[in-house]
C-alpha cells in the first residue's frame, strides 16, 4: 500500500488475471471504498508488485531552508516495481519501473468510469526496464522527482586485495524544467502525455568506500545518499555521500 494524501490510499494486487492499481477512500475508517480502480500492463499479472516510498515533504511548510535541492511538492513522482514472480535459469529477468506524477491521482471525482484500462491512463506514465539478476539492483529510491538506485557488481578475486567489489549509484531526474531530448536505453513505454523527461546520471562508488562489501539497502535525502553495507561479525556499517554539509568518516551500528 501508499498514501497518497490524509484522504487517498494506493493498493495493487492482481484479480481475474488483470494487475490492478486501486485507489481508495480513506477518510471515514468505518467505510473504506474503492474510488476507482486502474489497470496495469498485461504482462505484470504474474508479477510481484510494489511501491517505492518518495521521501520528499509533500508540502512546502516541512521544507528545511538550507536544503541543497528543492523537492517541489507539487511535482512528486509516484514510482510502483514489477518482479517477475519465476526467474529463468539463466537467472536473469527484467524489472519494470512505472512512474508519473501524483497530481494525477488528485481529482478522483473527475468523469472518468470505475475501471480505467491501461491504455488509457498509461499515456501519462513513463516505465524504464532492467535486465537484472537476483541481489544486484537495490531501489528504487524517490526523493521528490529524483529516483536512486544502486547497482552491485560481482565480486571479483584480486591476489593483492582479495575478494573486491565495486558498485555504481545511478540518478534518474524527472526535473520539471529539463529540456526535451531523446530519452536514455531503456524505457520501454512513455506515455505521450506523462510530461516526464527522464534525464540519467551514474558515478562509481569504488570497493574501498564501501569495505569491499555489497550495498544491502539505501535511503535518500534531498542532500543525502545513505548506503547500508552487508553486516559483518554482527555488525552493520552504514556509508553517507553527502552533497551538502561534508559528513566525516562512516558509521556503524550493532545489528
Not at 475508517?29 to 504474474?46: H, K
Not at 509516484?78 to 524489472?95: E, M, Q
Not at 491512463?121 to 531501489?139: F, L, M, N, S, V
Amino acid at each position: 500500500i501508499q498514501f497518497l494524501d490524509e484522504t487517498y490510499l494506493f493498493g495493487v494486487g492482481s484479480r481475474s488475471g488483470t494487475a490492478i492499481l486501486s485507489l481508495y477512500n480513506i477518510s471515514k475508517v468505518t467505510s473504506v471504498s474503492v474510488v476507482r480502480e486502474f489497470e496495469l500492463p498485461g504482462t505484470w499479472s504474474d508479477t510481484t508488485m510494489r511501491f517505492s516510498t518518495n521521501s520528499s515533504p509533500r508540502s512546502d511548510v516541512y521544507q528545511t531552508s538550507d536544503a541543497l535541492f528543492y523537492t517541489a511538492p507539487e511535482t512528486r513522482v509516484l514510482a510502483i516495481s514489477s518482479i517477475p514472480t519465476v526467474i529463468s535459469r539463466s537467472g536473469y529477468y527484467p524489472v519494470n519501473w512505472l512512474f508519473l506524477k501524483e497530481t494525477y491521482f488528485r481529482y478522483p471525482s473527475r468523469k472518468d468510469g470505475f475501471r480505467i484500462l491501461w491504455r488509457q491512463w498509461g499515456q501519462y506514465c513513463i516505465i524504464k526496464e532492467i535486465e537484472t539478476t537476483p541481489g544486484a539492483i537495490r531501489g528504487p529510491y524517490v526523493v521528490g522527482t529524483k529516483v536512486f538506485y544502486v547497482e552491485n557488481a560481482p565480486a571479483q578475486t584480486s591476489r593483492n586485495h582479495g575478494h573486491s567489489r565495486s558498485a555504481r549509484l545511478r540518478v534518474i531526474d524527472f526535473s520539471p524544467f529539463s529540456e526535451s531530448v531523446e530519452p536514455p536505453r531503456g524505457w520501454s513505454s512513455i506515455g505521450p502525455r506523462s510530461n516526464l523527461i527522464p534525464t540519467e546520471s551514474s558515478r562509481s562508488i569504488p570497493s574501498s568506500s564501501v569495505d569491499g562489501l555489497p550495498i544491502k539497502d539505501a535511503n535518500a535525502t534531498e542532500d543525502n545518499v545513505v548506503l547500508f553495507l552487508e553486516a559483518r561479525q554482527g555488525y552493520q556499517s552504514v556509508n553517507i555521500l553527502t552533497f551538502g554539509a561534508p559528513v566525516s568518516g562512516s558509521s556503524r551500528m550493532r545489528r
